[in-house]
């Protein structure tokens, strides 16, 4: 995989040497910081014909835990990135990840917090934004990610189909990984930020990359979310207009009654008309893929 010169050139050279990984397992059950879960509204995907569950990716300084599912006997599935939200790899997202699944494709999420911590551990979203997602680089996400698919390719997946798809923080890392990865063929964001503070962690947001996108991102955004103004999505659509041709033919959907992380169905914000609707435009999305 080639990396991409321009965005490196933006951060300092990170030692990936420095830290040990803090996240070694998975687990079962959801974030602290978001209980109590909805029961009542969570969907639980069960893995009947799948092959699901923990697995080790090789990075740069040593193995990353990610959780993968895919149909069980599949020959060369399409591959799916699936980015969590600032709470990392729980439940719910091991539940999308076999919904993908269960549609025929190999998803997989990467810890990519690993190395930082574990913020399921944290009952306070405050602590988590703080201690783990303000110091993980966007430098370290990519490598982790194009490691993510390199591992996907040697187990014998097809990454020649390759999509992203991410959740709040997840989101906005899927517009930059669009950006970075040539082989990238679809990505859909899902309530990612689209500004923000430029420092040596996040060099740069998706409202700066998006004339150089190298695949169609599809964005899906709340009419209601108090974190993402509705002013700098139009300001998104406008640099997307004036973009790369993956640019130009990417697209945003914004659901006037819907909250921030909408599509999360433990928690008070799901909104199930938004959030059906979303997975239905995201699968058609992907479709793209199919026919690569």
Request: glycine fraction near 8%; include cysteine; proline fraction near 7%.
């Amino acid at each position: 995989m080639t990396p991409d010169p321009e965005f490196e050139s933006l951060v300092p050279a990170l030692s990936f040497t420095r830290r040990s990984f803090l996240v070694t397992s998975l687990g079962a059950g959801f974030a602290l910081s978001v209980q109590p879960v909805m029961a009542q509204t969570a969907i639980k995907t069960d893995d009947v014909g799948l092959l699901a569950g923990e697995v080790k990716v090789p990075v740069k300084d040593g193995e990353m835990v990610a959780y993968r599912a895919l149909p069980k006997g599949a020959v060369k599935p399409p591959v799916i990135l699936v980015v969590s939200e600032i709470f990392g790899v729980h439940e719910h997202i091991q539940d999308v990840c076999r919904r993908l699944a269960k549609l025929g494709y190999c998803a997989i999420a990467p810890e990519l917090f690993a190395r930082q911590g574990d913020p399921r551990q944290y009952s306070s979203i405050p602590d988590i934004l703080a201690k783990i997602t303000s110091k993980t680089p966007d430098a370290q996400v990519m490598s982790d990610l194009d490691a993510t698919v390199a591992w996907a390719a040697s187990k014998g997946a097809n990454t020649d189909r390759l999509a992203i798809t991410g959740f709040c923080w997840g989101g906005r890392i899927t517009w930059l990984y669009c950006a970075h990865n040539p082989q990238v063929k679809a990505g859909v964001a899902w309530y990612g930020r689209l500004v923000g503070d430029v420092n040596e962690f996040t060099p740069r947001h998706p409202i700066n990359i998006a004339a150089d996108l190298k695949a169609p991102v599809l964005g899906l955004y709340g009419g209601l979310d108090t974190g993402i103004p509705l002013e700098t999505v139009e300001k998104m659509e406008m640099a997307l207009k004036e973009g790369s041709k993956a640019a130009r033919l990417s697209q945003i959907h914004v659901y006037d009654n819907a909250p921030h992380a909408f599509h999360a169905d433990y928690r008070p914000s799901f909104t199930k008309d938004a959030a059906e609707d979303g997975w239905k435009r995201m699968q058609a999305w992907f479709k793209k893929i199919d026919k690569a």
